[in-house]
């Protein structure tokens, strides 16, 4: 689905990713682990373009995205992405949140936008705040509706960037129960997180990043169990 070869980027001076090449397939759950500032969020942004990458290449569905005479818009319909802030429009309800997209990218018509996304907030059990405000809802609820405003556009793959970091710790398990329910329904996902009972649990592989590399992957029984580089494994010790 995704083929990313020799990936680097600079921040000025800063050479935040070294060389990374990855491909990942379709219905893989590939979960980044690693300490902070290692650039486990500029490398899930360079996917989609969100930062350019300084040198590389990155095929999604067999385009190459970081050819200039690409316009990125339609392939980046097709990766959703959920933050640690959640990023929600707090001028909108619940439901234009959701229907935004389908309507202005997609050109879908209202009614048939709302039917959808009632659908989806029926899924994640919020059918009952479609027409609150964000600041109505609680950090789990919020991140459940930036959820399903990604799925709105029907994506074919999902990109989360530690998505319950930032939720109290009794919110946090709402939010791995809706992103299990994605894995079984087989969707292809790269998830930046540190609940690693999550990655072990749903990973099809976990990548250890340090210092702008990828240090070590591989399945996430065999790099938690017996991780072999000395930082993964000086990470874990800290980490688990
Ligand atoms: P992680 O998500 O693993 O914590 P990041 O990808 O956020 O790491 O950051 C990696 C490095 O790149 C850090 O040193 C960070 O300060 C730097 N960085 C990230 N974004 C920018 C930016 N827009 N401008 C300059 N430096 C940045
Ligand atoms: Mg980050």
Known sequence: MIQVSNLNKEFGKLQVLKNID???????????????????????????????????????????????????????????????????????????????????????????????????LKRIGLEDKAFVYPNQLSGGQKQRIAIARALAMSPDMMLFDEPTSALDPEMVGEVLQVMRELVAEGMTMVVVTHEMGFAKEVGSRVIFMDEGRIVEEGCPKEVFTHPKHPRTKDFLGKVL
Do not use: W
């Open 22 to 120: 990855i491909n990942i397939s379709q219905g893989e759950v590939v979960v980044i682990i690693g300490p902070s500032g290692s650039g486990k969020s500029t490398f899930l942004r360079c996917l989609n373009l969100l930062e350019e990458p300084t040198d590389g290449e990155i095929v999604f569905e067999g385009i190459s995205i970081t050819d200039k005479t690409n316009n990125i818009n339609k392939q980046r319909q097709k990766m959703g992405m959920v933050f640690q802030q959640f990023n929600l429009f707090p001028h909108m309800t619940v439901m234009e949140n959701i229907t935004l997209s389908p309507m202005k990218l997609k050109k879908m018509e209202k009614k048939e936008a709302e039917k959808g996304a009632l659908t989806l």
